[in-house]
């Protein structure tokens, strides 16, 4: 008995009380958390777990909170990037030209960018260390939405978000939105919304130039439930803690 006690009070060998990880992510105050396993709501390597004295390594358990992943490895990075135009998307460049890596050189550790923007294309980047998470984003097969704000060349006819719905031919291969709306009109320019889960090279601006709307200027403001806010061009944020769970529910991780 003596020896299963003192085996339980060494936190480096047995891990960390899970309310008391849960706390600390941000998830709910500790007794709050201890009521949420009693209930059956937390999960621990696909596994529902309801004792309060249940202990995890904080780096590698993989826990969910009512179906929602929760990042609990304080090693994991998770930021959004407001990419000004005329950025590279890329780490560095041997030309010295300016790019997304300019922007976080201050960060450790090896990082990857969701996808990319053309140098022209402004917006909502987002930049992690978890490698996995970086892959499925950009991956058509789990259908994550992207949302472009483009300005076009008006009028808008009625008829182009069933056209781009139903589907346009490219050289590449057929593409179709998943939506496609009017947001504003002023002094002959037309201000759309494009929501697709494409992610081939500049889909949206050949896209949108197929139909006879060259894009002007694009702005992508969101990458499934993630949004852009009020961040200035150039600026960095970390994610909150339902952000980054929205993203890895959308993925399946």
Excluded at 190 to 203: M, N, P, S, T
Excluded at 217 to 226: C, F, H, K, P, Y
């Amino acid at each position: 008995m003596s020896e299963n006690r003192s085996r339980t009070n060494e936190p480096d060998v047995e891990g960390v009380r899970l309310q008391k990880v849960l706390s600390q992510a941000g998830v709910a105050s500790r007794r709050a958390a201890e009521q949420m396993i009693v209930e059956g709501r937390v999960e621990v390597d696909g596994s529902v777990v309801m004792e309060l004295g249940r202990r995890v390594d904080p780096e590698t358990a993989v826990i969910h909170v009512d179906g929602t992943r929760v990042a609990v490895n304080s090693d994991r990075t998770h930021l959004l990037l407001n990419k000004p135009t005329g950025i590279l998307c890329t780490m560095s460049d041997d030309q010295g030209r300016p790019c997304i890596g300019d922007y976080l050189r201050e960060r450790q550790g090896r990082l990857y960018h969701v996808g990319r923007l053309d140098v022209d294309t402004e917006g909502l980047l987002l930049i992690t260390n978890d490698g996995e998470l970086a892959h499925r984003l950009m991956h058509p097969s789990y259908r994550v939405l992207k949302t472009y704000l483009a300005e076009v060349p008006g009028p808008i006819p009625k008829g182009l978000g069933r056209e781009l719905r139903k589907g346009v031919e490219l050289d590449d291969g057929p593409v179709k939105v998943d939506s496609f709306k009017l947001v504003d009109v002023n002094d002959g320019r037309a201000l759309v919304e494009v929501v697709l889960h494409e992610g081939r090279k500049h889909v949206v601006r050949r896209l949108l130039k197929q139909v006879g709307h060259p894009v002007q200027r694009l702005v992508r403001t969101a990458i499934g439930d993630v949004r852009l806010t009020s961040e200035r061009p150039g600026a960095i944020r970390p994610l909150d803690r339902k952000e980054i769970g929205s993203l890895y529910r959308a993925v399946g991780l």
